[in-house]
């Protein structure tokens, strides 16, 4: 017990700043976004009104949720649950990870390994010691919710649930690490599963089927895969039912022990994927610390390619599954246009634009991830070797700089490609290639503007890139893309980056937007250049 | 540099690394302290100090990697900072703790740093002498950065630097990790690359290597410089230990011998110790005690280094300080201000 002890305490000092910041924020995001709802959606009326159009209109179900009903409560929980289990689901991946992959990694597992405390008790703390934090979580967010919804039963169903996708998740972080070499691929992979958790979910609740009076929808199948799905299961305020948690608590449990299985057969260090061998010499393309960043950079960048792909198929296939669904409504149509980004136009062109912005939130992760890769390798010291060469502090950021955007060109593309030519497939008119490379060259300045801030963030406060890029890109997604669903004020919206991006449909497309970011972009960027020029390199 | 903290006279212009009165704060830790360096073409210079003195901070100045907080550095006349990029196609690097990146193997690490120095512009070249320092280190150059053992890192650094030429080589510790036969190869190259013209600033604990290697050697404690010249120059300052059987010799007879220090007695032997420029002046005197199986021990620089490096060392050698040159006390009189 005690050297277990040790190892907590251990842990919770480690992460206490990081921890209170995610589960307040978690607890903090489930009480605002209650009380958004509430003033924005008081009357049931109203309610079933956008519930009527969500089930008419898919990707507000892929996005959101399935309806439970035009009551209060399960309206929230319709509107949020998937956005805090997600959450939730990164919190414990990178949880997991930190403390087993990127411990083994840096060596500092086998200090600990060395010492009378087991080889696995490192990961039986990580173990309990995570499970504890997801408690609190729930803890939290069910406090948070009965503040908001006063209905104490309901809300602890949802604090139960959301701590339950936390711990499956915990599990899933905790399995990854040991196929995975580094913690950089191993948060990869856990993040990877974390978003496809979501995609699986969202796909069973568009191709859900609604009931006859149009205020709930029975997922389809595809959402009982998804850790996500089985909490918006537990039907909170409505049903009340724990049942479908217990598949989380079988996942992490299954994933925990397959983890103890292969521990018990591996280095210390070693992974389940092994590193092959490389090349003696260097390949042309590697002359510079262009070449470099590319060659450091284009694994991840492809994965990214990879997810904008996906959503641009969505975007591609289920277009026509939509406008062949809803008629030509006007009032339908008003409503739509203060929920999703872009109001007019057909649904089809709505709904591809609706599902860009996703793909332009790919964008921007895959931007800022360039960036965070120039503060690694300033914090490895494999920066200075380049440094220390007649490589400028300013060309170097230059060439990152030209990688993000080719990365955020590239993603777009990708999504642009498969949206345009799958609609083209389900037999959907030519036009929609067109529409579909709008659509992502709208999202080219929201991203270019993630790029150039996170880079002046690097340059004036460095230990901060980090830390600071992910929360932009969670703060922005949520209020730019959610904040329309879930009622939130007009200036609350206007913080993110991609709430100002062009909505290009019909002919009278404002780009203003996208120009006046594209100046931001460009300001920041020089301050950036400016800001990295000045400082000195740091160091671990 | 800033001019009002740089009061000392004007940089020597021969020296490829000058440095007055440098200092380096990290927030309220004073890294670098006042420290003075000068090291001419063509020499290999030694660097010491103990863990935490401010070799590797000196270094990142020199290299423009980190900037200067009063004082002023000049390396081929040039500040560091402002002509970073004009500098670093003269000089070569290895640092103190060398880390890969993971995915590159190790001869494209060595290609990658060469290219960016220009050093593998003439191919051929290029590509013999990094083929027989390949040889010569014994190096699988086809690994991935992290399955690189510590010592097979430190050489894809070394095999770096050597592979393409420099006027300039600055090493961090740079044998930290190799085998002695490893350190022997070091040791040749470096050799090699003085002989044809290089200047090398080696910061090192290791004082063989430094004996073997080094024509001077600057010796730094807390930020700031507390000895420095040659090798000959600094043992000159410390204490020669002599020794002789004591047969019938008695206290008066030893009372005669000139400058002696710390007298004792012990397994039959006497011993004492003199400074090593009075040795000549003490060996009359011993030959008319007619003395038997004498010694004379020259210091050793384990003593030179310890002397100061360590506390405690430094305050038992305090009571003697009357014996030593006014320059040794000034030096370790700042040190203790401190
Ligand atoms: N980035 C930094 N922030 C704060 N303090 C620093 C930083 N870098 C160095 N220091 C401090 O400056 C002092 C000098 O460190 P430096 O690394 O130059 O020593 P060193 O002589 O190279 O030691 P070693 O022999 O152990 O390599 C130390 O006290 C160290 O803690
Ligand atoms: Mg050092």
Known sequence: ?540 | MNSLIDAKPAHDASAVIDTRGLEKRFGRVRALDGLDLSVSAGEVHGFLGPNGAGKSTTIRVLLGLARASGGSATVFGRNPWDDAVELHKRIAYVPGDVNLWPNLSGGEAIDLISRLRGGADDKSAYAKRKARLIEVFQFDPSKRGRAYSKGNRQKVALIAAFASPAELFILDEPTSGLDPLMEAVFNREIRRASADGATVLLSSHILSEVEQLCDRVSIIRAGRTVDSGTLAELRHLTRTEISFAQDTLTDADLARIPGSHDLSLAGGRIRFTVDSHQVAAVLPALAELDVQGLTVAPPSLEDLFLRHYGDKLDDAVAGEAEARTPRRRAARAAAQQR
């Open chain 1, 1 to 540: 017990m005690s050297r277990l002890g040790v190892l907590l305490r251990h842990r919770v000092r480690r992460d206490r700043l990081q921890l209170i910041i995610w589960i307040l924020g978690i607890g903090l995001l489930a009480l605002f976004s209650t009380s958004s709802i509430q003033d924005t959606f008081g009357d049931s009326a109203s309610r079933a009104t956008v519930l009527r159009l969500a089930v008419a209109n898919p990707s507000i179900l892929l996005l959101r949720g399935t309806p439970d009903g035009a009551g209060l409560n399960a309206f929230v929980f319709f509107e949020i649950f998937t956005f805090l289990a997600l959450l939730a689901g990164l919190m414990n991946t990178f949880l997991a990870v930190r403390h087993t992959r990127a411990e083994e990694e840096f060596g500092r597992a086998e200090l600990v390994g060395s010492t009378p405390a087991a080889r696995t008790s490192p990961t039986v703390a990580t173990v309990v010691y995570g499970v504890l934090v997801n408690l609190v979580l729930g803890l939290v967010v069910a406090l948070g919710f009965t503040v908001g919804t006063k209905d104490a039963a309901g809300s602890f169903v949802v604090g139960l649930a959301t701590a339950g996708a936390g711990i499956a998740f915990l599990g899933v972080g905790l399995l990854s690490a040991q196929f995975m070499r580094t913690s950089r691929g191993a948060n990869g992979l856990a993040a990877a599963v974390v978003t496809a958790a979501y995609v699986f979910r969202g796909i069973g609740d568009a191709l859900g089927t609604p009931w006859s009076d149009r205020l709930h929808v029975t997922p389809a199948w595809w959402s009982w895969l998804s850790p996500i799905g089985w909490g918006q299961r537990t039907q909170a305020y409505g049903a009340n039912t724990l049942l479908p948690l217990l598949l989380d608590g079988a996942l992490a449990a299954a994933s925990i022990a397959i983890v103890f299985v292969l521990q018990a057969h591996r280095d210390s260090g070693a992974s389940l994927l092994p590193g092959r061998a490389g090349r003696a010499t260097a390949r042309r393309t590697l002359s510079g610390s262009l070449g470099l960043a590319w060659r450091l950079q284009w694994p991840t960048i492809v994965g990214w390619c990879v997810g904008g792909a996906l959503f641009g198929l969505l975007a591609g296939v289920l277009s026509k599954a939509i406008s062949e669904a809803v008629g030509v409504d006007a009032a339908l149509q008003r409503t739509v246009a203060n929920l999703l980004p872009g109001g007019h136009g057909t649904l089809a062109q709505i709904f591809i634009s609706a599902i860009f912005v996703m793909v332009g939130v790919i964008a921007a992760a895959c931007a800022i991830q360039v960036v965070m890769r120039m503060r690694q390798e300033e914090v490895t010291g494999t920066a200075e070797l380049i440094l220390a060469t007649p490589v400028s502090r300013l060309r170097w950021l230059l060439d990152y700089f030209a990688v993000g955007v080719v990365a955020i060109v590239l993603v777009l593309a990708s999504g642009a490609v498969a949206s345009g030519f799958s609609s083209v497939a389900t037999g959907e008119s030519a036009a929609r290639i067109g529409d579909s490379f709008e659509a992502a060259a709208a999202q080219l300045p929201a991203a270019l503007v993630y790029l150039a801030v996170l880079a002046l963030v690097f340059g004036i406060l460095p230990a901060w890139t980090i830390g600071l890029g992910w929360a932009f890109l969670g703060i922005g997604t949520f209020f730019g893309v959610f904040g329309g669903l879930i009622g939130l004020p007009e200036w609350v919206r206007n913080i993110s980056p991609f709430t100002h991006s062009p909505v290009p449909i019909g002919t009278s497309t404002d780009w203003s937007g996208g120009v006046w970011m594209l100046g931001i972009a460009i300001v920041a960027g020089i301050l950036a250049s400016v800001a990295v020029r000045r400082r000195e390199l740091g160091t671990a």
